[in-house]
């Protein structure tokens, strides 16, 4: 499975950025979808998951500012980003958990995009 992410910039606090995270390979079915990141120095953390079904869950520190959604058509998530801190500052990945066109259960991360929020 390939994870192609997209979306990061510079932004200034306050504004806004979408990411993307198109999923292509070896997929028969894909399931749960998420978004983590990872701040230098930090350790990685849930940002927010979706599951096939479209039912949601979102870190308390997005919450009311961040929204993913999915396309199912087209194995394609979203991470809607507004009213952007500096402290959202990170490298965003994208995470996929799917099935093959064999049936295994696949875990896969997308490159990672970053996401500056700095004026």
């Known amino acids: 499975v390939q994870l192609q992410a997209s979306g990061g910039g510079l932004v200034q606090p306050g504004g806004s950025l979408r990411l993307s995270c198109a999923a292509s390979?070896?997929?028969?079915?894909?399931?749960?979808m998420a978004w983590y990141r990872q701040a230098p120095g930090k350790r990685r953390e849930l940002v927010a998951l979706?599951?096939?079904?479209?039912?949601?869950n979102y870190a308390d520190f997005v919450k009311g500012r961040f929204t993913i959604s999915r396309d199912n058509a087209n194995n394609t998530m979203y991470l809607q980003m507004n009213t952007l801190k500096p402290e959202d500052t990170a490298v965003y990945y994208c995470?996929?958990?799917?099935?093959?066109?064999?049936?295994?259960?696949?875990?896969?991360w997308g490159q990672g995009t970053l996401v500056t929020v700095s004026s």
């Open positions: 995470n996929v958990g799917s099935r093959s066109l064999a049936g295994q259960y696949q875990d896969s």
């Open positions: 979706i599951t096939s079904s479209g039912s949601t």
């Open positions: 390979g070896s997929i028969s079915s894909v399931n749960r």
